[in-house]
């Protein structure tokens, strides 16, 4: 077969799942394209791709509790040997393993700007193009969110040394965001990010909200992931972040809301009447011992989400919703939190909401059929399920890859669990990363 052929999910899936349920075609004669169960890819909402370098270098621990505050030192030093390069060839790599995991586009909150002396590269998009190329390499589609940050906590405090490499003024940041956004095409969207509201400040924040580029496309912003974070706000601006952002920010669908995990009743409606989404990231949030959003609450709420593997500590959409659910069940001892009706099932309540909220978050069309991924019908496990079983026996018992091919754009970027160029961006990655080792 054509690997440059385009394909649509309709021409290719016997069986297509859609949140509306399961669509049939006829079967395509030619039997490579056969799959009997296929569902839309997955968008991850949130990425900081470097970080995938340093995934399991953060687990011995240090001379005192350890929390998100030491494990963010050790991820600054880091970061702060990272090159266009390196990161080229870490995001490639990165977004290899996403395909192969399942997730067809990518949502990348990017702040590493400046070169490691704090200093502008001679071309101040050098890593964002690092990103751009590592995702047209690899097939992945992108929505690249440069990272606007600022300040080093809400009291308003310069930037630490080793954020020195984050930092832009506003001027700086709409004339990355605008050459960026010339770039613009079918697989790459690009939106605007705030990192927190203690990295910028509120004029800031007000400035580049009036670009016209924020007028609709999707704008990120990291908040209430730590408690330390509420108390600060609370303590400086007299109001819990998510308050805050309510009342100074006209809150609306072109939000995501990365984290949100630490809110009263009155913010977990307010953003679910908003129509922004929750950017939920449970495999980082427990490692980061962040804590446990308010699923059941939300959800009942009407509340939109998606997930996102943010630090890449695990880069796969079944571990997030796997987690995300069971999170919930050690907490409150019951079962099947998620599926708010009798007779729903768990996997296809969460791959669909989060498919729509990851779609929203991206900046997408609704419909991408052009992005989906076939499960191994021929695995023990998915053998004996039909229809009505797979998606939750793909999430919540699958052990050993499932998802057997990988369309990107229309493209086939994964068959039969290989990706079209893993071999090379796996040598260049393992380069890359040991010369990083060798400078640590
Ligand atoms: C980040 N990570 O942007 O990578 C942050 C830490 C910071 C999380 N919030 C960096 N999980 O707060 O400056
Ligand atoms: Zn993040």
């Not at 909150?109 to 890593?127: E, I, S, T």
């Amino acid at each position: 077969m054509d690997e440059q052929a385009h394909f649509g999910a309709d021409q290719m899936a016997e069986c297509l799942w859609t949140p509306e349920g399961w669509q049939r075609h006829a079967r395509a004669d030619d039997d490579a394209v056969r799959a009997r169960f296929a569902l839309p890819g997955m968008p991850n909402l949130h990425s900081h791709a470097f970080q995938r370098a340093m995934a399991g270098l953060a687990e011995q621990r240090g001379p005192g509790d350890d929390s998100f505050w030491t494990w963010r030192e050790t991820m600054y030093g880091f970061a702060s040997r990272i090159q266009p390069d390196a990161l080229r060839a870490i995001a490639a790599q990165l977004y290899v393993e996403m395909l192969k995991a399942g997730y067809t586009h990518v949502c990348e909150f990017h702040y590493l700007h400046n070169a490691p002396n704090g200093k502008p590269y001679a071309d101040p998009a050098a890593m964002s193009r690092a990103i751009i190329e590592a995702a047209r390499e690899s097939g992945i589609g992108l929505t690249l969110l440069p990272v606007l940050y600022m300040t080093g906590g809400f009291d308003g405090r310069p930037l630490s040394e080793r954020q020195r490499r984050f930092g832009l003024s506003v001027d700086a940041y709409l004339r990355l965001l605008e050459s960026l956004t010339a770039l613009q095409s079918p697989r790459l969207r690009v939106g605007i990010a705030l990192h927190s509201l203690r990295a910028v400040p509120e004029a800031a924040m007000r400035e580049v909200l009036a670009a016209p580029q924020a007028r609709d496309c999707p704008i990120h912003i990291h908040i209430a992931e730590q408690i330390g974070e509420v108390q600060d706000c609370l303590g400086v601006r007299n109001a819990r972040p998510v308050q805050w952002l309510f009342d100074h920010a006209e809150v609306d669908p072109r939000w995501c809301l990365v984290h949100a995990t630490h809110l009263d009743d009155s913010e977990l409606r307010a953003i679910a009447k908003s129509g922004a989404v929750a950017g939920l990231c449970p495999t980082t949030e427990a490692n980061l011992g962040d804590g446990l959003f308010p699923l059941a609450a939300y959800i009942d709420a009407g509340g939109t989400l998606g997930i996102g593997s943010d630090s890449h500590i695990s880069v796969s959409p079944v571990e997030e919703l796997r987690w995300l659910e069971y999170g919930q069940r050690l907490t409150t001892r019951h079962r099947n939190i998620a599926a708010r009706t009798p007779g729903a099932s768990v996997g296809e309540t969460l791959w669909g909401a989060a498919l729509r909220g990851g779609r929203q978050a991206a900046g997408l069309a609704t419909e991408a059929r052009r992005d989906f991924i076939v499960l191994d019908d021929a695995s023990p496990l998915l053998a004996s399920r039909d229809e009505r079983s797979v998606l939750d026996s793909f999430l919540f018992a699958g052990n050993t890859p499932l998802v057997r091919d990988v369309v990107a754009g229309g493209e086939w970027v994964v068959r039969d669990f290989r990706h079209r160029d893993e071999e090379r961006m796996a040598s260049r990655y393992g380069a890359a990363v040991a010369v990083l080792s060798a400078n640590a």
